[in-house]
């Protein structure tokens, strides 16, 4: 019989803290998805779903830039969750406009 492999991640340290937080924004945004649009134009129905996206991306970005609470490795694998361009907009940003 075969070995059964698993592609389990590695998560780094840290992560326990900022994963309730990410599992909820993620519920969010399914939620957001599959809200009934009847009677919305389609920009109107989009707005939860980029607001929500919005938050994710911003916890990242705050987390890492602004509290200097999780590791460069932990970084990495969050933005898989959130919006690496956006991320990359908010650091070229001044501080004080942010």
């Known amino acids: ?3 059964v492999r698993t592609n389990r991640t590695k998560y780094p340290d840290g992560w326990e803290l900022i994963e309730p937080t990410l599992r909820d924004l993620d519920a969010k ?6 809200d009934p649009h009847d ?4 920009c109107e129905a989009l707005w939860p779903i980029f607001k929500i996206s ?3 991306s911003r916890y990242i970005f705050d987390i890492y830039y602004k509290r200097n609470e999780i ?9 898989g969750y959130g919006d690496r361009n ?5 650091k070229k940003v001044p501080n004080c406009l942010l």
Do not use: D, V
């Not at 009677?39 to 389609?42: A, I, V, Y």
């Not at 956006?86 to 908010?90: D, H, N, P, R, S």
């Open 1 to 3: 019989m075969p070995k």
């Open 29 to 34: 945004m399914r939620e957001a998805q599959n």
């Open 71 to 79: 590791s460069t490795e932990l970084y990495e694998l969050c933005l």
């Open 39 to 42: 009677g919305k134009r389609k």
């Open 86 to 90: 956006l991320i990359a907009k908010w």
């Open 54 to 56: 919005h938050q994710k």
